[in-house]
Structure formats: structure tokens, C-alpha cells
């Protein structure tokens, strides 16, 4: 069986900064895959080369057998790969469900003569994407803000909101850059619900992430990063008993 | 019933239309009516435009350009080679929008206000070109151009009709002509802001990264609301140079570019209505200011300005949340 997402060889220098260097790993489909690493060890990095908005300097990425190393983020996406992100990137001049709406870009195509007259067409395609937005809205959680701005959103639902979008694009992977920074327990726990039903769907889910309860808790393999390198891989309970990873973490 | 239709996505097009067909109670004389034809089709260029600069976030400063060419186009092709109107109006836009195809498909792969210096060098382009080529243009001086025309049938601002039974003046029926072009513009505005590839185009200004991660190629779409906006400025440019009867290079000048934009601005960007409320304000200015005409360019830098710091999202959306602001307050105290 092929990976979903594999990694050979990725190297990606910012000047004479070797932000991740030769990192190799394999992600099989279905799985909840993480990786960890202390601040600066190159794990947005990864994400970002992983789904375009980084060329890598080196290497290879493959989605699902197809070499997908230099493709833009949007034929990526056409590919079944969706992310969030860190700095939360959500669209403020739109409504809460037009963000979400905006997920359903690519099942959505119509020309331009049906849009211009808005044809019957068009208008049950966007019922129909409207709906299923709202029932994504009250699957991650933010069915609240139905009707709200981007604008009138707390921080936490954005969060949400912006897997909504993700999900909406139907993705066979799903890159969530630290889903969990900022949020407080109980939030963290609904997130961890979250992406537990996430992954129940078959959806791949990577994960970067620095709550390390949540990540052990949901993963079922771990790469763990340091300074740009591969310091370990494996399994949650491989990854707590591997002495490269106490020694980096504790500093011991 | 009132309220459904308050919430109507159409409200704001039947409220102008209704606007448009009350305006003739008000407008006394033939000069009223050209004014208020020329606010119409340039306001139906400036919601062009608002797609470009309101919804995408890009700006051009050359739009005077393609309404120049789309004027000059038509004005050459139906007075000096005998074409008629419609196919005359439909040849430009679609060179006008080849023009900004080339221009725009590799400046708009850029991140960032490129397209405004690209746009300023074409604006400037189009208008030395008008201005040299006297024998297809009649340079500085301008050319005459030849009444609207469709299959034979003429429509000047100095002929008489009847619609209806009722007899009306040319410059009536421009106001008529000119009024639906309006609703129509305004008509595939909204309905091209609401709909995918309007989101994607919102998207492309609310943020760029989101855009393309769900799937938005940003490149093609900024590529084809800036063709969309260049072709409603060069049909708007066809219709004036009908109206007008004689164009000069002044249409396509810098002065009127940076007009144009100041009525996005003023008027409110991402609005449809309120850059008409834009355009409306900034035609009328210069006849209330008519002792200040030497101040003009300053005039129009100054409200620029003042807008930016003081109504960022402009006029009309200002108003709209002052006056909302009120009725809810109203409510609130009743309640």
C-alpha cells in the first residue's frame, strides 16, 4: 500500500538557515499523524512546504503516488489537501458561512454567463452549498455564528470555523497547524473530540501541535522534529520512551 | 412582507430603479438630463471598477484608459468606417478586454499594488496614442462621433421619439437608455459578487493564502475581474461617446482615472450602491463648485484623503451604519 503523503529527502534553507533538512517520513491514509517539536524546529516549515506555499530547496513530496513537489497550494487542494493555520487565516470582509462557503470553491465551478444572470443553476448550488456549510458550522462547533460576520467571531470559533472551511473542500488530508494554541481546556477537549471524528470520516489528519496531551492522546504515529531534522518517528508510546526525545524536551 | 423584502439580495436595485423613475419629476431642463445620463454611465463604470478595487483589492489607475479606447473604438468604428453600434461596442470591449488580459495575467501573479503602477503606465499609454494619432483620432482636438445606431434606427439626444404613446424628447430617451444600462451593471455586479466566483474574488482581498489552500487559482481570478471591470469601462466608454456626439483625449486622461477611483473610494469600496452615491457626489461637486474650477484636482486629492482617515469604508456604509445605529437605539429606548 502506498502512502498518502510521503516525504523524501525535504530540505529547505532560508539563506544559510537550514530551516528542515533531509526529513523523510510516510503518512498511510486514515491516520492521525503529528509532529512535534520544540519552537523553531521547523514544523510550520514542513506544513508549509507540504502544501505549497514553501518550494522546498531539496526532495520530494508525493500525494498519494503523484510527485506534487512544486504545485501551487490551489492545485494541491484540486489534489484533496486542505490546511489551517497557525495565523489564522480567515477572510474579514465575508460572513462567517461565506468562509466556509468559500471551502466548497472547487465543487462549485460555474461559468460566467450562469453567474452573470444567475441562473437556476446557481442559485441550487449555493442553496445547497449553504446548507451544507451551516452543517458544518454546527459539526466543528460554531453553529452559534450562523448568521455573524468573521468579524463578530471569538478566537475559538475562528479556529473552528476555519476547519469548517477545510472540511468543506472535501479533503482527503487535512494539515491543521497547532489547532489548540490559544485555546483554554475545556475548548481543547472539544478539539480533541473534533478531530477524533475528523479522522473517524477517513479523513488523513496531520497535525502540528504543542499540547502534548492532546497530541499523545489522538496520534497514531508522531514525528518528532529538532532543529530542522528528524529526531524520532514512531508510534505515541515509542515516541514517550525514545531517549533523543526526553533529552530535547527536558534538556536533561 | 415589507421585511422579506428588505432582506431581498434585490432591494437595493428595485430602490435605485424606483430612484431613476422618480428623478424626472425633479430635472428641469435639457442640461439636468445630460448630467444626470453622464452620472449614470459613469457610475455604471465606477461599479465596474468596485469590482476590481472593492471586492478583489486591486487597484488600477488607468480605467480612464479602457474608457478611452472603448470610446475611441466605437466612435471610429461607427463614424469613420460606417459600423453600427452594437457589434462597434461589443468589438471594443472584447480588445479592450484582450488589452487587459496581457496586461494584467502576469503583474497579477504578483502579490501586492503592482497592477496600480502597470495600470498608470497603460492609462498614460492609452492616452499619448489617442493624442498622436490625429489622423484615425484627430489628436488633441478630438472627434465627432455618430448617434447611437441599431438597425436603422437612431437614437440622438436631439431627435424626438415616442415610447408608449408618449412623446419624449432625445435626451429623455438617453435618460431612459442610460438608467436601465445602469441597472443592468449593477444587476451583474451583484449577481457576480454573490455567487462562487464572486467569493473567490472576496477571498482573494480577505486573504490570499485561505483563497488558494481551498482551491482558488488567485492569479486567474484577479486576471478576470480586472478583464470583467476593463470591458464595463469600455462598453460605458462606447455609450458616452454616443451620447457626448464628440470625444477628446480628455477621457482617457489620468485626471479621470484617478476620478473614477476617488469615487470607489468616497463612495464606499466593496458597496455597488455606494460607489454610484460616489460617482453621483463627485459630478455634482464641480457644478456647486463651479468659482473653484482651477481647485478641482485638489479638491478631489483633498476628499480622497479625508475619507481614508476619517470614513475608511466610505460614504454610503458610514451612513447606512449611523442611520442603523439610531433605529436600533430608537428601539432599544422603546423597549
Given amino acids: 500500500m502506498t502512502a498518502l503523503v510521503e516525504v523524501k529527502g525535504l530540505d529547505k534553507a532560508f539563506g544559510g538557515v537550514h530551516a528542515v533538512e533531509g526529513v523523510s517520513f510516510a503518512v498511510e491514509a486514515g491516520q492521525v499523524y503529528s509532529v512535534i517539536g520544540p519552537n523553531g524546529a521547523g514544523k510550520t516549515t514542513l506544513f508549509n512546504l507540504i502544501t505549497g506555499l514553501y518550494i522546498p530547496s531539496k526532495g520530494q513530496i508525493l500525494l498519494n503516488g503523484e510527485n506534487t513537489t512544486r504545485l501551487e497550494p490551489n492545485q494541491l487542494a484540486e489534489r484533496g489537501m486542505c490546511r489551517t493555520f497557525q495565523q489564522m487565516q480567515i477572510c474579514m470582509n465575508m460572513t462567517a458561512i461565506e468562509n466556509v462557503m ?5 465543487q462549485l465551478k460555474s461559468s460566467l454567463f450562469t453567474t452573470l444572470f444567475r441562473l437556476p ?47 468543506a473542500a472535501e479533503p482527503k488530508v487535512i494539515l491543521l497547524d497547532e489547532p489548540a494554541a490559544g ?40 514525528l518528532v522534529l529538532n532543529y530542522g531534522r528528524v529526531l524520532a518517528e514512531g508510534t505515541p508510546e515509542e515516541i514517550r520512551q525514545n531517549p533523543d526525545v526526553i533529552a530535547a524536551y527536558l534538556g536533561g | 412582507m415589507l421585511d422579506r423584502f428588505m432582506q431581498s439580495r434585490l432591494r437595493g436595485l428595485v430602490i435605485l430603479a424606483l430612484i431613476l423613475i422618480i428623478l424626472p419629476a425633479f430635472l428641469g431642463n435639457p442640461f439636468h438630463y445630460e448630467l444626470v445620463t453622464q452620472i449614470a ?76 503602477m502597470a495600470t498608470l ?94 482551491g482558488v487559482n488567485t492569479a486567474k481570478y484577479k486576471s478576470l475581474v480586472f478583464v470583467i ?51 453621483v457626489v463627485l459630478k455634482l461637486l464641480p457644478q456647486v463648485l463651479a468659482d473653484f474650477q482651477e481647485l478641482e484636482t485638489v479638491m478631489f486629492g483633498l476628499i480622497l484623503m479625508m475619507t481614508m482617515i476619517f470614513m475608511p469604508k466610505g460614504l454610503l456604509p458610514t451612513l447606512t451604519a449611523i442611520v442603523s445605529k439610531r433605529i436600533r437605539k430608537k428601539a432599544g429606548g422603546e423597549a
Fill in chain 1, 102 to 106: 468559500l471551502g466548497r470553491h472547487l
Fill in chain 2, 229 to 279: 471591470s476593463a470591458i464595463y469601462a469600455s462598453l460605458m466608454g462606447g455609450l458616452y461617446a454616443h451620447f457626448q456626439g464628440f470625444i477628446t483625449p480628455a477621457v482617457a486622461s489620468f485626471e479621470f482615472s484617478i476620478l473614477l477611483i476617488t469615487m470607489v473610494v468616497l463612495g464606499g469600496m466593496g458597496s455597488t450602491f455606494g460607489v454610484i452615491l460616489g460617482a
Fill in chain 1, 121 to 167: 443553476s446557481l442559485r441550487r448550488n449555493e442553496a445547497a452549498a449553504h446548507k451544507r456549510a451551516a452543517d458544518l458550522m454546527e459539526y466543528v462547533g460554531c453553529g452559534d455564528y450562523l448568521e455573524a460576520e468573521a468579524t463578530a467571531m471569538s478566537y475559538g470559533a475562528l479556529k473552528r470555523l476555519e476547519i469548517a472551511r477545510a472540511l
Fill in chain 2, 41 to 116: 454611465i459613469i457610475a455604471a463604470t465606477v461599479v465596474g471598477l468596485n469590482l476590481l478595487v472593492g471586492f478583489a483589492g486591486q487597484i488600477s489607475l488607468g480605467h480612464a484608459g479602457f474608457f478611452g479606447l472603448g470610446a475611441y473604438f466605437t466612435g471610429i468604428a461607427t463614424g469613420t468606417y460606417g459600423w453600427s453600434s452594437i457589434p462597434a461596442l461589443l468589438v471594443g470591449a472584447i480588445l479592450v478586454g484582450i488589452v487587459a488580459w496581457i496586461v494584467g495575467r502576469p503583474i497579477l501573479r504578483l502579490k501586492g499594488h503592482y497592477l496600480s
Fill in chain 2, 121 to 214: 503606465a497603460v492609462g498614460f499609454i492609452i492616452a499619448i496614442i489617442l493624442n498622436n494619432e490625429r489622423a484615425l483620432t484627430g489628436g488633441p482636438d478630438g472627434m465627432p462621433v455618430p448617434p447611437f445606431e441599431v438597425f436603422g434606427w437612431e437614437l440622438s439626444a436631439f431627435g424626438r421619439y415616442s415610447l408608449f404613446g408618449l412623446d419624449i424628447e432625445g435626451f429623455q430617451a438617453w435618460y431612459i437608455f442610460a438608467s436601465v444600462v445602469l441597472l443592468v451593471a449593477v444587476w451583474f455586479a451583484l449577481n457576480l459578487i454573490e455567487s462562487p466566483i464572486g467569493r473567490a474574488l472576496r477571498s482573494v482581498h480577505g486573504s490570499e493564502v485561505a483563497a488558494s489552500v481551498v
Fill in chain 1, 183 to 222: 485555546l483554554n481546556a475545556t475548548e481543547t477537549a472539544a478539539l480533541e473530540e473534533l478531530i477524533g471524528k475528523i479522522a473517524e470520516q477517513g479523513i488523513t489528519v496531520m497535525l502540528v501541535e504543542h499540547d502534548m496531551k492532546l497530541v499523545m492522546g489522538i496520534s497514531d504515529r508522531l
